[in-house]
């Protein structure tokens, strides 16, 4: 099936500092999504970003899908965004079945 | 807030017990996905369902089993638990093909 690798595992920034995580996928995706999970375990849909690009504040993510990766940055980092950030896709010709990465633990410091 | 909720929050259960975990889905949403997350890990599709029939089935034995009623909302059982059944147990509704939301989650432990 297909894989999902996540980099770097952990993350540690001061505040107002820009980061960059990554997603590379072994095959081909119908679907790639970027979450954040909270403390308390919730799932907060960041993207839906199968190919292109979107930003949304100081978020924005990036999907090049002929080369099987998505990057996730964020700029000017807060201490609310702290937290586990999963990348997750669905292989094509699957519905629905979102496979995780292992995620990105990032600390962001005061 | 994505509308879709989940019950109970936490469930503390022994070892062979049975547990039933319930999701309601979004308005609109005819599609309900499980997952079970460990500790450490990310989440692991566990089955979903759609209009009411299961449409596709993760790497889970079939003590863990699931039903979608007519309003999408759905349970998931699980049958003679284990300690390893101790997770998170997450569920997503969506449009079949589109972007999947998530509830809060319930907490389960096996003593």
């Known amino acids: 099936g297909i894989q999902v690798e996540q980099s770097p595992p952990d993350l540690i920034l001061q505040e107002g500092a820009n980061s960059t995580l990554r997603c590379n996928f072994s095959d081909s995706v119908n679907n790639l999504q970027w979450f954040h999970q909270n403390p308390w375990g919730q799932l907060i849909n960041l993207f839906y970003i199968p190919s292109g690009t979107k930003q949304n504040g100081r978020l924005s993510a990036t999907t090049v899908a002929t080369e099987r990766y998505s990057l996730l940055y964020i700029s000017s980092s807060q201490t609310t965004d702290s937290g586990v950030y999963f990348c997750?896709?669905?292989?094509?010709?699957?519905?629905?079945?979102?496979?995780f990465g292992q995620g990105t633990t990032l600390q962001v410091k005061p | 807030e994505t509308g879709v909720t989940q019950s109970p929050t936490h469930l503390i259960k022994t070892r062979g017990q049975q547990v039933t975990l319930r999701c309601s889905s979004q308005?609109?949403?005819?599609?309900v996905s499980w997952y079970q997350q460990a500790l450490g890990q990310g989440p692991q599709f566990i089955f979903q369902?759609?209009?009411?029939?299961?449409?596709g089935r993760g790497n889970f034995p079939p003590r863990f089993s699931g039903l979608q009623f007519p309003n999408y909302s759905s349970e998931l059982n699980v049958n003679a638990l284990e300690l390893d059944d101790s997770a998170l147990y997450l569920c997503?509704?969506?449009?079949?093909?589109?972007?999947?939301?998530f509830g809060p989650g319930t907490r389960l432990t096996v003593l």
């Open positions: 997503a509704s969506s449009s079949i093909v589109d972007t999947q939301y």
């Open positions: 997750a896709v669905v292989g094509s010709g699957n519905t629905g079945k979102l496979i």
């Open positions: 308005s609109g949403h005819n599609t």
């Open positions: 369902y759609y209009r009411e029939e299961e449409n």
